[in-house]
């Protein structure tokens, strides 16, 4: 197995990004070929998924700086997002009933995925309605716009749906600010933070195809087998919801700011409801998320878990403790990556850590396995720690 994981721990109010290492390791092969080499300490990954936190940071630094609110309905800023109607199954093969949403998408909607937008892969109906139409479902290839406009499944505010909401919250940043987002990204939270290797385009830093991790795939007998390698192609246009290369290192740089009394890239005040529960326990919204197969998230069963969701990822609102010995702290906020690569933050604690590898199919067992062994041995090992 191929992984790179590193834990740190801060609770500085200095202006700095650099946070105590607790533990930090390499570990296998750079891909399944017989001649790889060792994994090597300055690798990169790409992240797909855990791209999603820093579109949410980047969200809240405009409602911050009052170019929006989180409860402000959004039709006049993505008018492309208002006018996806609302997708039901007919009940006959190949048929769908259209309907117009009821209530506007807010930024909030967008940041706890309960706008009604869904990947269509991961949806039976859209699925269908994709194959009825000689399409195959898919993620977007070159981040224009179109290709996740495709039709909703819920009204606003109805149901936890996991989509493309940080695409279109990306999306929304970029007409906010009138830039592009790799270069808001860049200019508002790498630069601040020392960070030097994050792009969407490898095209823009030749380097790094040397240095990109390879993808594997792990086939039906659990043997690893070379896979393409960069996975996705080059994007047009940089999106909220995936693509970001980056090193451990830098994103740990990143998700330290994330503990830090006094952050860097939001106030404080911001950073503390970035971790708070969003979803009343009980509500629709709340029970809406055991619908969906939020496991991989907590350790692959959900014995123990009461699901909520914080406004940049999925949170623990209470400690997770199992006879299986697995344990993640309450305050915990968390979010993988289709490459099976899985981050975590804990602003009570102190303490954020990253998994990386380059894996696929996302959640294929002995990956998740691997990752709830790192996530027990951190918590028993540090959960004490602050």
Partial sequence: MVRYDRVCRTNTPLKTYAGKTLYN????????????????????????????????????QCVERGLITLDAPLDKHLPELDA????????????FEFRKASGVVTLRQLLTHSSGVVYDFINPTLAAWRGSRGETPSLSETGHIEEFSIPRIADPGEAWNYGTGLDWASH????????GFEDYVQKNIAQPLGIKSWTWHMSKRPSYAEKLMKMSERKLDGTLAASKTPFRGEPLYERGGAGIYTTVDDYMRFLTDLLRDSPITLKK????????????????LQKSMWDIACAPLVGQSMEGVIPNQGLGGYLTTHDITRDDGYFKPKGTMCWHGMANLCWNANREKGIAYFFATQVIPWNEEQSQALIKAFETAVWAEFSSYR
């Fill in 25 to 60: 390791h390499q570990g296998g092969y750079n891909g399944a070929a017989e001649d790889a080499s060792p994994l090597e300490p300055d690798q990169y990954f790409w992240i797909a998924s855990c791209t999603k936190v820093v579109a949410s940071v980047a969200a809240l």
């Fill in 84 to 95: 996806l109607p609302i997708i039901t199954a007919s009940g006959e093969k190949d048929l």
């Fill in 172 to 179: 929304l940043v970029e007409r906010l600010t009138e830039t």
């Fill in 269 to 284: 005040e911001t950073m503390d409801m970035m971790f708070a529960p969003q979803f009343e326990e009980g509500s629709k």
